[in-house]
């Protein structure tokens, strides 16, 4: 029993490692093969039960990214994870937004574009869920906070840095760690 094979848990995964044609953001191909690690790590190594695990990758844009969390926020009793891989991205007032396919990069059309957080912490903050943990793998995650009291937050770059997604690598940098830990455990 690992504390995420209870009915009550929620896993929302989602990577944006694409993007439309013209977009300032560029590709980022580990993304892809990073969520799908991740995903057999959390119901193999970590007990998810498949039903209870939302996958998306590359969400057209906000809104059906915000809907697949509203839905797991609402349904979590016990654990809500939710797990973002991909670019996170600034508007003018230096507020964090999730990347998704229709993100075209910072401008004043980004909330069309990519998810503000702080539509995330909106709402995490009725979530019933005894705890609530958000990863971030993308720029500037340490903009983020944690979204309510019994919560955490994981935060692969500090608020000013870029999350590494080394060139020709299988996965990125931070989630990389997570997978190897998972699957081999921590020495």
């Given at each position: 029993m690992s504390g995420l094979d209870g009915?009550?848990?929620?896993?929302?995964?989602?990577?944006?490692?694409?993007?439309?044609?013209?977009?300032?953001?560029?590709?980022?191909?580990?993304?892809?093969?990073?969520?799908?690690?991740?995903?057999?790590?959390?119901?193999?190594?970590?007990?998810?039960?498949?039903?209870?695990?939302?996958?998306?990758?590359?969400?057209?844009?906000?809104?059906?990214?915000?809907?697949?969390?509203?839905?797991?926020?609402?349904?979590?009793s016990d654990v809500l994870l939710l797990y973002y891989v991909g670019h996170g991205v600034l508007n003018v007032s230096g507020n964090l937004h999730l990347a998704t396919r229709a993100t075209v990069g910072p401008s004043g059309e980004l909330s069309f574009e990519a998810l503000a957080y702080s539509e995330i912490v909106n709402t995490l903050s009725s979530c019933r869920a005894?705890?609530?943990?958000?990863?971030?793998?993308?720029?500037?995650?340490?903009?983020?906070?944690?979204?309510?009291?019994?919560?955490?937050?994981?935060?692969?770059?500090d608020r000013d840095e870029q999350a590494l997604a080394p060139v020709g690598e299988q996965y990125t940098a931070f989630s990389g760690e997570l997978i190897a830990a998972l699957r081999g455990g921590i020495a």
């Open positions: 009915e009550g848990v929620r896993v929302v995964l989602v990577g944006t490692g694409t993007h439309t044609p013209g977009s300032s953001l560029p590709d980022v191909a580990a993304v892809a093969g990073t969520v799908e690690a991740l995903r057999g790590c959390f119901v193999e190594a970590c007990g998810v039960r498949e039903q209870n695990l939302t996958y998306l990758l590359d969400p057209e844009g906000p809104q059906l990214l915000l809907g697949k969390v509203i839905a797991a926020a609402s349904a979590a005894r705890l609530v943990v958000v990863a971030l793998d993308c720029c500037y995650s340490a903009r983020a906070h944690v979204p309510v009291p019994t919560g955490a937050l994981l935060a692969s770059a």
